[in-house]
């Protein structure tokens, strides 16, 4: 019977410490897609407690729409980032096990290329789409900074460079895929010049909402 996969256990159930030794140990999951995830996992969560701290405030009722708006979007974005976090583990584990299956005969050796060809695929296409899905959240941590709770402010642009690291973190476990997949696969051949993109709009949002902070902040 194959071992079971480490990533078995929610990582979003797991504690900080007992996430923290799991990075730490020599097995290769979770990793640094893993961990990406959860970096812009907790940026999320950032924008969603400043917009927390922003709603009800009599001093910030022009705002409260957008806030509310914000912070409904940055729970359902978070929530998916903890998802992804457990895909990229488990996506990893799948090539290792790929990895290991038999090629002794023809047929073997086949169907090993096959299996692996499609787990490789998909630890390609998890971390692009962490990489999306953070930078929504970097987006959303731009739009709270100018505008919520000021005492917060701080808070969204730590959110702001969480988002950041996650986009950035998650295009480097794409690219470290790319080389694995056939030529002629949509990402091996679009994937570059995706990538590109999103670290320079990733940049331009930074700067954005670490300015706006950096106003606030006075």
Not at 34 to 40: D, I, T, V, Y
Not at 97 to 103: E, I, K
Not at 161 to 174: E, K, P, Q
């Amino acid at each position: 019977m194959p071992a079971e996969p480490q990533s078995a256990t929610h990582l979003g159930e797991l504690t900080v410490s007992d996430l923290l030794e799991r990075l730490a140990s020599s097995a290769p999951i979770p990793g640094g897609g893993s961990a990406s995830a959860l970096a812009g996992a907790m940026g999320a969560g950032l924008v969603a407690m400043v917009a927390s701290l922003t709603v009800g405030r009599a001093e910030y009722a022009d705002a409260e729409p957008m806030a509310t708006q914000i912070g409904s979007a940055a729970l359902e974005v978070r929530d998916e980032l903890v998802e992804l976090a457990d895909r990229d583990s488990d996506a990893y584990d799948a090539v290792v096990q790929a990895r290991r299956l038999p090629r002794e005969t023809d047929e073997q050796k086949a169907a090993r290329s096959a299996t692996l060809s499609q787990a490789i695929q998909l630890a390609a296409e998890i971390p692009l789409r962490t990489a999306h899905v953070a930078a929504q959240a970097l987006e959303l941590a731009g739009q709270i900074a100018p505008i919520g709770n000021r005492n917060a402010v701080s808070d969204a642009g730590v959110a702001a460079l969480l988002c950041a690291a996650a986009v950035r973190g998650a295009i480097l476990n794409v690219r470290i895929n790319l080389p694995y997949l056939a030529p002629d696969t949509v990402l091996r051949r679009e994937g570059p010049a995706e990538l590109e993109r999103l670290e320079s709009e990733t940049l331009e949002q930074e700067r954005a909402a670490l300015a706006a902070v950096a106003e606030r902040l006075g």
